[in-house]
């Protein structure tokens, strides 16, 4: 199937959401002025008494991921994939979408076993979306585009975006962000996907979906864990599922003893896969099998 890329296009996506992230989460001189900041922080550093929590740490202003060649064609079909996460833990304050951009490209770089859980499972999620299988073989995270010199980085060829711009987290390490902070990012969230336009948005999180689908209308399910929906005004396929970090037999992020891959996310997206880029999905979409519920899904919910 023949690949391509309109860089031109995707370039103007980026300059369209440096304007808006600009004007409402952060300015041109590297402060955050998200007219939700002080609610924000109010709701994470100080407890219910009105008491400081010295524990917590605050970061503003991390903004998304948006590969060089987000506007990719699979057959001549548009295929924009747009990953949305909850928020990062890295406790690190005025990420510019440049920054994202380095951070999620030096990824790319390691081995697939060298990688954190949430984006070894993205990794599998985007071969899944274009037609493959996981693995951490080098060639399966590669694109071949028509008229590209060198192989493209499936990292370079997707957006992703947080729900949440900003973090609170104890000790550097675990997210305390809170319900406040999602309902004050979704507008911002709403924005990029208008600008974005995507074909297929893989959620990752329970929370975030249930956040998420205040902006949904439309829906129709297609097959376990995969509906068609509009969002914010853009028509979309929507996969939803744990995040790959998530406990017990909800994760993912990983290839051995993860079956929530390959019995959950793999048949979806798959059928996904098949959606995008115009082919019929199988009779009874017969590749996506009932999910089942966990022995502990009780005892460790998932994120």
Request: with cysteine; hydrophobic share 40%; charged share 20%.
């Amino acid at each position: 199937m023949t690949a391509a890329s309109d860089t031109l296009a995707t370039a103007r996506r980026v300059e369209r959401l440096r304007q808006y992230m600009g004007a409402q989460v952060l300015g041109s001189s590297g402060e955050c002025v998200c007219r939700k900041l002080g609610s924000c922080r109010r709701s994470v550093l100080f407890d219910g008494r009105g008491a400081p929590r010295p524990e917590v740490s605050f970061a503003a202003g991390q903004l998304s991921h948006v590969g060089r060649h987000y506007d990719l064609t699979l057959g001549g079909v548009p295929c924009r994939i747009l990953v949305v996460a909850m928020d990062t833990v890295r406790p690190r304050e005025h990420v510019t979408l440049e920054q994202r951009h380095a951070e999620v490209m030096e990824s790319a770089e390691l081995p697939f076993n060298r990688r954190n859980p949430h984006m070894k499972g993205t990794a599998s999620a985007l071969r899944l979306a274009v037609g493959r299988e996981p693995g951490s073989d080098r060639e399966g995270e590669q694109l071949h585009l028509s008229g590209v010199r060198q192989p493209v980085h499936l990292f370079d060829a997707y957006a992703m975006a947080n729900l949440r711009l900003c973090s609170a987290t104890a000790d550097g390490q675990r997210s305390l962000s809170n319900a406040t902070m999602s309902r004050n990012c979704l507008p911002h969230l709403a924005a990029t996907i208008m600008i974005l336009e995507p074909t297929l948005c893989i959620v990752q999180g329970v929370q975030v979906g249930k956040v998420l689908t205040e902006l949904m209308s439309r829906r129709r399910n297609l097959a376990p864990r995969l509906e068609r929906a509009r969002i914010a005004g853009v028509d979309t396929l929507v996969a939803a599922f744990t995040n790959p970090s998530a406990r017990g037999s909800y994760r993912w992020g990983g290839l051995n003893g993860v079956p929530y891959l390959y019995e959950t996310v793999a048949p979806a997206l798959r059928v996904a896969h098949q959606l995008v880029v115009g082919a019929s999905a199988p009779a009874g979409n017969a590749t996506v099998h009932p999910q089942r519920r966990p022995a502990d899904a009780d005892r460790q919910p998932p994120r």
